[in-house]
């Protein structure tokens, strides 16, 4: 392989453009109804605030530089045309740092304005139960590595923003259980994060492991040798890269949960708290469910 040409991806620069103008926006977006909520409402259990915070602007920014280096030069032209290596680190990027530090980065009063529509709040409060959520994740990083999928992303730009959306979304419904966004009164518990986050780190390694144990090369868009690396090399390392790294995010979120939870307790706080904005929402919930007379 010669020297890799740079290639400016103006596609890729638009949509960075663009998320970068909506933020402020997005973040803008429940403030008036936080006001209200202020002045009837002066508890404790009253939570969001009107401007994202230092921390959530830092999340928006790693969460943006994340997308960004997945779908730029060289990365992107690498996995175009070299390495399988370098596409599943797209979509771990994509998947896995991307997808949990934009949520982080959105303000909860944000959250909650964006998720009251009823038909937002029915789908995803059904799609990020436990099992939906692992079944869409699970299905969707599976199906991304398959070799026709990978043949069809490597069409155009159109197609990789397509299959990289997909992976965004799913990334989002599997982290919302994990980080407990959508308001609510039924959120997972401490212990029910653990579980959920083993069921995460396992299921999606399965395809990983044929890539490990592969012998041949599995795809037609990877056969030749590139970087000086062999085709079944490639698919080796590429999953023993989705091994490792799906283990160390998830796994390492679990600690930090199981840890924070151990410290609330010492200080007599609730690590499964129950904010207004969980009662107020299924208040919301039960009253659409019971019949008009």
């Given at each position: 392989?010669?020297?890799?040409?740079?290639?400016?991806?103006?596609?890729a620069i638009a949509v960075a453009v663009l998320a970068l103008a909506a933020y402020?926006?997005?973040?803008?977006?429940?403030?008036?109804?936080?006001?209200?909520?202020?002045?009837?409402?002066?508890?404790?259990?009253?939570?969001?605030?009107?401007?994202?915070?230092?921390?959530?602007?830092?999340?928006?920014?790693?969460?943006?530089?994340?997308?960004?280096?997945?779908?730029?030069?060289?990365?992107?032209?690498?996995?175009?045309?070299?390495?399988?290596?370098?596409?599943?680190?797209?979509?771990?990027?994509?998947?896995?740092?991307?997808?949990?530090?934009?949520?982080?980065?959105?303000?909860?009063?944000?959250?909650?304005?964006?998720?009251?529509?009823?038909?937002?709040?029915?789908?995803?409060?059904?799609?990020?139960?436990?099992?939906?959520?692992?079944?869409?994740?699970?299905?969707?990083?599976?199906?991304?590595?398959?070799?026709?999928?990978?043949?069809?992303?490597?069409?155009?730009?159109?197609?990789?923003?397509?299959?990289?959306?997909?992976?965004?979304?799913?990334?989002?419904?599997?982290?919302?259980?994990?980080?407990?966004?959508?308001?609510?009164?039924?959120?997972?518990?401490?212990?029910?994060?653990?579980?959920?986050?083993?069921?995460?780190?396992?299921?999606?390694?399965?395809?990983?492991?044929?890539?490990?144990?592969?012998?041949?090369?599995?795809?037609?868009?990877?056969?030749?040798?590139?970087?000086?690396?062999?085709?079944?090399?490639?698919?080796?390392?590429?999953?023993?890269?989705?091994?490792?790294?799906?283990?160390?995010?998830?796994?390492?979120?679990?600690?930090?949960?199981?840890?924070?939870?151990?410290?609330?307790?010492?200080?007599?706080?609730?690590?499964?708290?129950?904010?207004?904005?969980?009662?107020?929402?299924?208040?919301?919930?039960?009253?659409?469910?019971?019949?008009?007379?």
């Open positions: 392989m010669g020297a890799l040409p740079f290639d400016p991806h103006p596609f402020p926006l997005i973040c803008s977006v429940g403030t008036r109804a936080e006001r209200v909520q202020r002045l009837s409402i002066r508890n404790r259990f009253a939570v969001g605030l009107r401007q994202p915070t230092k921390r959530q602007k830092r999340f928006f920014l790693l969460g943006m530089l994340a997308l960004f280096l997945a779908s730029y030069w060289p990365l992107d032209d690498i996995a175009q045309h070299y390495l399988l290596l370098a596409r599943m680190t797209q979509q771990l990027l994509i998947t896995l740092a991307a997808a949990p530090m934009l949520i982080m980065s959105l303000p909860r009063t944000s959250v909650v304005a964006l998720t009251k529509p009823r038909f937002f709040d029915y789908i995803l409060a059904r799609l990020t139960r436990p099992v939906p959520a692992v079944i869409i994740f699970t299905t969707t990083a599976v199906l991304a590595m398959t070799p026709t999928l990978v043949k069809f992303e490597l069409g155009s730009s159109w197609n990789q923003f397509l299959v990289h959306l997909a992976l965004l979304t799913a990334g989002v419904v599997a982290w919302i259980p994990i980080l407990r966004v959508l308001p609510g009164v039924w959120q997972l518990s401490t212990a029910g994060r653990l579980a959920y986050l083993f069921a995460l780190s396992l299921l999606p390694n399965v395809p990983a492991l044929v890539l490990i144990f592969a012998r041949r090369p599995l795809y037609p868009s990877y056969v030749h040798t590139s970087m000086g690396l062999s085709a079944v090399a490639d698919q080796q390392l590429t999953g023993a890269l989705a091994k490792i790294a799906s283990l160390a995010v998830f796994w390492g979120v679990a600690i930090s949960i199981l840890l924070k939870a151990d410290r609330d307790e010492e200080l007599g706080l609730d690590p499964d708290p129950v904010t207004w904005d969980d009662v107020q929402r299924e208040f919301d919930r039960s009253s659409r469910r019971l019949p008009k007379g």
